[in-house]
């Protein structure tokens, strides 16, 4: 490991600017598109640092280069979890993940059974239901057999299991040339051990106990014979995770555990304002979301964070957490204070170039697999993006506009005060008022803003724009960053430090329209190349340049209208490029795509300017993609193609679904056109010229909290206007409609 060292800042400071090792001509740690989620409609249980993907029988494949499988601190425990009936597998009658995603159920039959070419078995005769959780660290089962032919019937039923003990990289697709050691033995009749000793001096292992015990278990397989009398039912229930207690563990703790799950779930959900509404189909999208979200949250100890998403993410990212607590402050405010005390605990302290770490850096990922602990893959405690810094002093004056907290903005502002260090010395390197990002090994991401794919950042011939690169919309959050810093430490005390933070912002705004506003394409630079020049590209960048305020008002208008036209909006929402960009691509990562999350930050920023009926379009937009999509769940991404009549979105091959700045997208453009704040400070929420999408008569908000009182807000269509009343209220909560 190399000695990480302090750099004289004053050096920083040069009149040219630093250069980035190399210029990626390849993808960089590309996921293998052959792990098609779409095609296999997987589902997905998660908890803490677990998490299951199975196919909607109920299965974990053995298949070469699906996602299936359970996952433990990015490693596939266990890639095999197949039931076979006299083997073959089961027919699918239905599958599906509860409301609230505590368990998944499948109800299964068997197909005809021949004996010699003879039907012994005619089909569904038998009527298999799986019940499967996920729960601090290991799946449950419980499966249940039942004979509804009218004789006795003799069948096998067999399990047949194993490990890889994959990187969760590997199932992306890395490749690599070595791998540590794999054992497995039998600790009882009932009980296996399957064990991996990585090359990292790791032992990993994964336990096995079945109830009650098969008449034949091998290291691989574990075989039932059962006699089924007419109608009788019999229960095998099967524990498979991280070995800690496994081989205590026995099938009448099922249902407690269960129990368990369940309640932890719906505790946590309890936290967050509910919604309800004149559309059904709204409503199961809100309820998908919310559960979605806080399936996802994780608690670390300094609170609820949640991951970014299944099966590729499901680890803190700093840009993914901040976005996802911003856009869920209204909902639930203590998520944005697990993010900020996560954030703030694991500050770069130093310079690393390895990690693209410097002092006062937040965090872009973390992992805890082999290969990042190795340094196969750079992403152990990794720090390579621009956004994350100035995100953290945004998302922590959010936090205190939203909740008056002013015990935990003086906890954080060290790691504040930090951070905007950050953006002066370290993030303008080169003096111009902008913050740009480089990597410092090419083993680092080549590009650093939330379009990291090698080939997002490009000039209007397609060429691959060289760096230091300024993304529009980074300027943007620093201006919010410096904002937001002003206001707290005005609160502090800090009245000349305020003053100064937000004089810089002023003359940020200045020049940022200087450089960047690209007056015959109405709309702004999606970046500035390291020779400053800009990358003419009408992109959605510059729909979140309207998230803080950064835009003129004039600007703001006709960012809004270049955003709106066919050449961006799809008719499922704005694409990430327009139709006219050299290099789009509708089925692409990042240039082409819909992504929920952009929509929902543009959508807050066309609302503070005004725009309403524009961030209702694209609500509406969603809403519809959402309707189509399976669980009424919106993915990571899906394909910018146009939206055609009586067509469907087309989803995107590799998208992690559920993830959790989607799923917090419908409840931020709710926000966005309701103009919904909530100010503790003052006790008071507030609606900024509210409206409601074509597709919602009314909307019912219940549970808004502020410290000590509640209410319960039913907005209603009222002609062309929307009425408000307060329909509960609980404390000295006013509740104020501004026009």
């Known amino acids: 490991m190399n000695t990480s060292t302090l750099v004289d800042t004053d050096m920083l400071k040069t009149d040219s600017p630093a250069h980035s090792v190399d210029d990626a001509s390849a993808p960089q740690y590309a996921i293998s598109a052959s792990a098609n989620l779409q095609e296999r409609r997987t589902r997905t249980l998660k908890h803490g640092d677990t998490f299951a993907v199975f196919d909607q029988r109920g299965d974990i494949g053995g298949e070469l280069g699906n996602s299936e499988g359970l996952y433990h601190r990015d490693t596939r425990i266990l890639s095999q979890f197949q039931l076979l009936l006299e083997d073959a597998r089961p027919l699918l009658l239905s599958s599906m993940t509860q409301d609230d995603n505590a368990v998944f159920s499948a109800d299964l039959s068997n197909p005809d059974l021949l004996v010699d070419g003879q039907i012994a078995l005619r089909r569904e005769q038998l009527h298999l239901h799986r019940t499967k959780f996920v729960w601090s660290g290991a799946c ?6 039942r004979n509804f032919s009218d004789a006795a019937l003799h069948v096998r039923l067999t399990f047949r299991f194993a490990s890889d003990f994959a990187d969760l990289f590997e199932v992306r697709g890395e490749h690599r040339t070595a791998h540590g050691e794999s054992s497995a033995e039998l600790t009882s009749d009932h009980g296996v051990l399957l064990r991996y000793e990585g090359l990292d001096r790791i032992e990993r292992a994964t336990g096995l106990t079945f109830a009650p015990a098969p008449k034949t278990l091998t290291t691989g397989r574990a075989a039932y014979e059962l006699a089924l009398k007419p109608r009788e039912t019999r229960r095998i229930f099967v524990r498979y ?16 555990q269960m129990r368990a799950a369940r309640h932890a779930l719906r505790e946590s959900s309890s936290r967050a304002a509910s919604v309800d509404s004149s559309n059904s189909v709204f409503n199961e999208i809100v309820r998908r979301s919310v559960s979605d979200l806080y399936m996802l949250i994780t608690d670390t100890p300094q609170g609820h964070y949640p991951y970014a998403g299944t099966p590729w993410f499901s680890t803190p990212f700093g840009r993914d957490g901040i976005i996802t607590a911003l856009m869920t402050l209204w909902v639930d405010p203590s998520i944005a204070k697990g993010v900020l005390g996560f954030l703030a605990s694991t500050q770069a302290t130093a310079v690393e170039s390895v990690r693209d770490a410097e002092p006062g850096k937040i965090l872009h990922e973390m992992r805890h697999g082999e290969m990042a602990n190795l340094r196969e893959v750079p992403f152990g405690r990794y720090y390579g993006s621009v956004d994350s810094t100035p995100l953290f002093v945004l998302l922590l004056g959010e936090y205190f506009v939203r909740t008056g907290d002013i015990d935990t903005v003086r906890a954080l502002w060290p790691n504040a005060q930090a951070a905007l260090r950050w953006i002066d010395i370290y993030g303008d390197r080169d003096g111009d008022g902008f913050v740009e990002y480089y990597r410092q090994t090419k083993e680092g991401l080549a590009n650093q803003g939330w379009k990291d794919s090698h080939d997002a950042i490009f000039h209007s011939d397609g060429r691959t724009a060289e760096g230091p690169i300024a993304l529009c919309e980074v300027q943007a959050y620093v201006y919010g960053a410096k904002r937001h810093g002003a206001l707290m430490a005005a609160a502090l005390g800090h009245h000349d430090l305020a003053s100064s933070l937000q004089a810089q912002a002023v003359a940020l705004r200045q020049q940022f329209e200087q450089k960047f506003w690209l007056e015959d394409l109405s709309t702004y630079a999606l970046a500035l190349d390291g020779a400053k020049q800009p990358c003419r590209v009408v992109s959605s960048n510059a729909g979140q340049v309207l998230l803080t ?10 960012v809004t209208d270049t955003l709106l036209t066919p050449a961006m909006f799809s008719g499922w929402g704005i694409r990430t490029v327009a139709m006219s960009a050299a290099r789009y691509n509708p089925m692409s990562y990042h240039n082409g795509s819909v992504w929920p999350h952009d929509n929902g930050l543009i959508a807050m920023g066309m609302a503070r300017y005004g725009h309403k009926h524009a961030a209702a379009q694209v609500f509406g937009a969603l809403f519809d993609a959402a309707s189509y999509m399976d669980l009424r769940r919106l993915p990571e991404l899906f394909c910018g193609f146009l939206r055609r009549q009586h067509n469907a979105p087309t989803q995107y091959p590799v998208a992690c679904s559920p993830q959790a700045w989607a799923s917090a997208t419908t409840l931020c453009v709710l926000q966005a056109t309701l103009g919904l704040e909530l100010f503790d400070g003052s006790r008071e929420v507030a609606f900024y010229r509210p409206v409601l999408p074509e597709f919602l008569d009314h909307v019912h908000l219940r549970n808004l909290r502020l410290t000590g009182g509640s209410v319960d807000v039913l ?9 408000v009343t307060v329909t509960r209220r609980e404390g000295d909560v006013v509740v104020v409609v501004r026009y």
């Open 241 to 256: 995770g991280i070995a800690d207690d496994a081989l205590e563990w026995s099938g009448r703790n099922f249902y407690r």
């Open 140 to 145: 449950y089962e419980r499966l249940l057999v």
């Open 549 to 558: 305020g950064i835009a003129s008002p004039e600007h703001a208008q006709r």
């Open 715 to 723: 907005l209603h269509r009222h002609g062309n206007d929307v009425a």
